[in-house]
C-alpha cells in the first residue's frame, strides 16, 4: 500500500499537553497499520481561527477541539451537526474532500457508550436521573439521556441559574433542584451522574451523601483523572456498578476516528492498558 495517503489529524486547545488523544488514535493507527499521525495542537485563543482555518492547507483529515475552544469552534464550520448544534458546542472537526468543515460532539455518543460497556442491558428509560453539575458535559450529558428516552432528568447546580437556563432550553423533563438538595434528590434515581470538577485530581472530593440512593442504580463520574473518584470509589463499596470518565474519552474517539482514518476501532483491553500507563 505504497500509495496509501498519509493522514493526519489532531487535537487543538490550550493548554493541551495533557490530553490522552494522541495515545488513543495512534494505538489504533498503529493496530490498523495505517500511515498517519494523530499529533498535540496547542492554540492560543487568539490564533484559533487562523489555526482551523489552516487545517485543509496544512492536509489535515480534522481535529478534535478542547478547553477552551469547543463552542467558539461551532461559528467557524460550514456545516454543524444537528446533535452538536442542540449541545451548544463540537468536540470533532471533518475536513471535507472540497475543504469544507464540518462540525460534529461526539460527546453524548461517548457516554452512553461507556454506560452500555458497563452495563449491557442499561436503558435511559429505566427511570429519572441525577445529573450533578450545569456546564459543558452536564449539557451533552443531559441531552443524550433525554434523546434515548430519560422519562426525567433531575439537574443539581451550585449555581441555580446555571441549571436552570438548561432545562429552560431542553424542557419539562428536566427538573432543577437545589445543591442542598442533592442527596434527598437520589430517591428513586435509576442513574446518578456527577459531571462538577468535584473529585478530580487536585481538587476537593464531592461532597454527597448515598443513603438515599437505590441499590439498583448505576453511578458514573465524567473525571478520568482518577479513575476511581473517592465518589465511585464509596459507590462501588456499597454495590453500585460504577463507570468512570475513561469509557466516555474512549468512546467519542470511535466517531472522530472513523471519520478520519476510515476505520471504526474497537476498545481493546491493550488500549485501556495503553491508556492506564499514562497517570
Keep these: 500500500m505504497a500509495d496509501q495517503k498519509f493522514v493526519l489529524a489532531g487535537v487543538m486547545g490550550w493548554p493541551v499537553a495533557h490530553s490522552r488523544s494522541p495515545v488513543i ?5 498503529a493496530q ?29 483529515a480534522g481535529c478534535n477541539v478542547t478547553i477552551p475552544h469547543k463552542v467558539n469552534a461551532m461559528k467557524m464550520m460550514d456545516h454543524v451537526d444537528p446533535v452538536a448544534k442542540a ?5 470533532t472537526i471533518v475536513v471535507q474532500a472540497d475543504g469544507a468543515l464540518h462540525g ?35 449539557r451533552a450529558i443531559v441531552l443524550s439521556l433525554l434523546n434515548e428516552g430519560a422519562p426525567e432528568v433531575r439537574l443539581v447546580n451550585r449555581t441555580r441559574e446555571k441549571a436552570q437556563a438548561l432545562a429552560d432550553e431542553f424542557g419539562a423533563r428536566v427538573k432543577v433542584l437545589d445543591w442542598a438538595e442533592r442527596n434527598d434528590a437520589m430517591a428513586g434515581v435509576a442513574l446518578l451522574v456527577n459531571t462538577t470538577n468535584q473529585g478530580m ?14 441499590a439498583t442504580a448505576l453511578v458514573s463520574d465524567a473525571i478520568y483523572i482518577p479513575l476511581e473518584t473517592s465518589f465511585l ?22 466517531p472522530a476516528f472513523k471519520a478520519w482514518f476510515g476505520v471504526m476501532p474497537e476498545i481493546t483491553p491493550a488500549l485501556r492498558q495503553a491508556i492506564a500507563a499514562t497517570f
Design 32 to 60: 490498523h497499520g495505517l500511515r498517519g499521525a494523530y499529533v498535540l495542537l496547542p492554540v492560543q485563543p487568539d490564533h484559533f481561527e487562523a489555526a482551523i482555518r489552516g487545517l485543509p492547507a496544512l492536509g489535515f
Design 201 to 214: 485530581h487536585g481538587q476537593p472530593d464531592l461532597e454527597v451523601k448515598l443513603d438515599a440512593l437505590p
Design 25 to 29: 488514535h495512534n494505538h489504533w493507527i
Design 87 to 91: 449541545m451548544g458546542a463540537i468536540n
Design 104 to 138: 460534529f460532539n461526539n460527546d453524548g455518543f461517548g457516554y452512553i457508550q461507556s454506560l452500555r460497556d458497563a452495563q449491557p442491558d442499561w436503558r435511559a428509560d429505566a427511570g429519572p436521573a441525577l445529573v450533578l453539575g450545569a456546564g459543558g458535559a452536564a
Design 233 to 254: 470509589k464509596t459507590a462501588r463499596e456499597r454495590g453500585h456498578t460504577t463507570v468512570n470518565g475513561l469509557g466516555m474519552l474512549l468512546n467519542q474517539a470511535r
